[in-house]
């Protein structure tokens, strides 16, 4: 039977000054009843019968009698200050508010760069601290910011009849030690939720290797238009192209397609029929670029189109350069619980650099690049640009005449 908080106190109470006053085999013996009868554990009962009722006298005549259940709190010297607090919540900002081990992955290569650009002027007590900061750290730091920031698309994608037989499966599974070259892409329209008329997609690839994403607006989703896209994004690719996967579209699924890839020597694969999990990578960039920035407006007219393909061309510096991404190295089933095990957050930028495939050459050329840029800037920048998009939408826009 369970005893009340109130029994164990009078237990507490009559046993404390006993045990004080026995010998050594005697407060064996009391405590093992006292553990047995109060379900207290065997240190925190031995610590509390010690201490409990025990009288200080403060001066002749009154004295002092002391609860051993009454913990004084803990307080800690605060090792990060206001200064280290203001530096970080800027960052986060400026990094569009991502998670803690991104962030402490990113502080290391975005701390001195934007003190090299006099976007941050701390000195460098709070630089130092900076680097140091913790995952766990920073969550804490965040907490009551990150409260602060706290629709779903449709999908358009119709299927493609021909030539599937041609173009061979790729699952989610066969991605594993890929090298840098081999992309997964996709289609995000711009519909505002009224898939009526024409109306902007952007074409959105990923490297499965590096996490190097690339995109573009079109006028509609019309091969013509997919297809002039794509070899504009490959023509200013860092790396070759080597393969790209697909979902069985009929704006992918075509034979320019075919044709295209085979001339270039570039494998084309697509995922299985209503499986949206063989084209993972893309599906989470669909959200994570293209949706977070662009959003779930509609946009149908020309200058929006072009005012999109400006705001990509911030983001592929911005996303490739600055903001790291963890992968999943191994994934475990324990009964009903799901184990999972991450790499080190780095950027795109960070994995061709350690990628043994690309030559150097082409590393150098991403160096001597990375080094002009400007984080602040160019979220200032890509900020810019939202606002003007957002004047741009359907509701303040008259749609495309149709023909």
Same mark, same amino acid.
């Given at each position: 039977?369970?005893?009340?908080?109130?029994?164990?106190?009078?237990?507490?109470?009559?046993?404390?000054?006993?045990?004080? &006053? =026995?010998?050594? %085999?005697?407060?064996?013996? +009391?405590?093992? !009843?006292?553990?047995?009868? /109060?379900?207290? @554990?065997?240190?925190?009962?031995?610590?509390?019968?010690?201490?409990?009722?025990?009288?200080?006298?403060?001066?002749?005549?009154?004295?002092?009698?002391?609860?051993?259940?009454?913990?004084?709190?803990?307080?800690?010297?605060?090792?990060?200050?206001?200064?280290?607090?203001?530096?970080?919540?800027?960052?986060?900002?400026?990094?569009?508010?991502?998670?803690?081990?991104?962030?402490?992955?990113?502080?290391?290569?975005?701390?001195?760069?934007?003190?090299?650009?006099?976007?941050?002027?701390?000195?460098?007590?709070?630089?130092?601290?900076?680097?140091?900061?913790?995952?766990?750290?920073?969550?804490?730091?965040?907490?009551?910011?990150?409260?602060?920031?706290?629709?779903?698309? &449709? =999908?358009?994608? %119709?299927?493609?009849?021909? +030539?599937?037989? !041609?173009?061979?499966?790729? /699952?989610?599974? @066969?991605?594993?030690?890929?090298?840098?070259?081999?992309?997964?892409?996709?289609?995000?329209?711009?519909?505002?939720?009224?898939?009526?008329?024409?109306?902007?997609?952007?074409?959105?690839?990923?490297?499965?290797?590096?996490?190097?994403?690339?995109?573009?607006?079109?006028?509609?989703?019309?091969?013509?238009?997919?297809?002039?896209?794509?070899?504009?994004?490959?023509?200013?690719?860092?790396?070759?192209?080597?393969?790209?996967?697909?979902?069985?579209?009929?704006?992918?699924?075509?034979?320019?397609?075919?044709?295209?890839?085979?001339?270039?020597?570039?494998?084309?694969?697509?995922?299985?029929?209503?499986?949206?999990?063989?084209?993972?990578?893309?599906?989470?960039?669909?959200?994570?670029?293209?949706?977070?920035?662009?959003?779930?407006?509609?946009?149908?007219?020309?200058?929006?189109?072009?005012?999109?393909?400006?705001?990509?061309?911030?983001?592929?510096?911005?996303?490739?350069?600055?903001?790291?991404?963890?992968?999943?190295?191994?994934?475990?089933?324990?009964?009903?619980?799901?184990?999972?095990?991450?790499?080190?957050?780095?950027?795109?930028?960070?994995?061709?650099?350690?990628?043994?495939?690309?030559?150097?050459?082409?590393?150098?050329?991403?160096?001597?690049?990375?080094?002009?840029?400007?984080?602040?800037?160019?979220?200032?920048?890509?900020?810019?640009?939202?606002?003007?998009?957002?004047?741009?939408?359907?509701?303040?826009?008259?749609?495309?005449?149709?023909?």
């Amino acid at each position: 039977m369970r005893l009340t908080m109130k029994e164990r106190k009078t237990i507490t109470k009559a046993l404390s000054e006993q045990y004080r &006053r =026995a010998s050594k %085999k005697d407060k064996g013996n +009391l405590l093992n !009843q006292f553990v047995e009868a /109060t379900g207290y @554990d065997r240190c925190y009962a031995r610590r509390l019968l010690r201490n409990h009722g025990r009288k200080v006298w403060a001066c002749p005549g009154v004295a002092l009698e002391g609860d051993a259940r009454i913990r004084r709190k803990r307080v800690g010297l605060r090792k990060y200050g206001d200064e280290v607090f203001k530096a970080l919540k800027k960052i986060w900002e400026l990094l569009d508010f991502i998670s803690s081990k991104r962030l402490a992955a990113a502080l290391s290569e975005v701390v001195p760069r934007l003190v090299a650009f006099k976007e941050l002027k701390i000195n460098k007590a709070v630089q130092k601290q900076l680097l140091a900061i913790s995952p766990a750290t920073i969550d804490r730091l965040l907490r009551d910011e990150r409260k602060k920031h706290t629709l779903k698309g &449709r =999908a358009t994608t %119709k299927p493609g009849t021909l +030539l599937k037989h !041609q173009i061979p499966f790729r /699952t989610f599974s @066969d991605w594993s030690d890929v090298e840098p070259g081999f992309f997964e892409m996709d289609l995000v329209g711009h519909d505002g939720g009224k898939a009526q008329g024409d109306y902007c997609f952007t074409l959105d690839l990923v490297d499965v290797a590096t996490g190097w994403t690339e995109q573009a607006a079109v006028q509609n989703k019309a091969q013509i238009w997919v297809f002039d896209a794509l070899k504009d994004i490959r023509n200013r690719l860092p790396f070759p192209m080597l393969g790209l996967h697909s979902d069985n579209g009929s704006e992918f699924i075509n034979h320019h397609m075919l044709a295209y890839c085979s001339e270039c020597e570039i494998t084309f694969t697509r995922s299985r029929p209503y499986q949206k999990n063989d084209n993972c990578y893309i599906e989470q960039k669909n959200w994570s670029t293209v949706r977070r920035n662009v959003g779930y407006a509609r946009y149908d007219t020309p200058a929006a189109c072009a005012l999109i393909n400006q705001l990509y061309l911030c983001l592929r510096d911005y996303n490739n350069f600055f903001m790291p991404s963890a992968k999943l190295k191994e994934k475990k089933r324990d009964g009903a619980k799901v184990h999972k095990l991450y790499d080190t957050p780095q950027t795109p930028y960070q994995r061709i650099l350690a990628s043994n495939t690309i030559s150097q050459k082409i590393k150098d050329q991403l160096t001597r690049y990375y080094q002009k840029l400007n984080p602040a800037e160019l979220h200032r920048k890509i900020r810019q640009l939202q606002r003007q998009l957002d004047k741009l939408a359907a509701r303040n826009q008259k749609p495309l005449e149709q023909s």
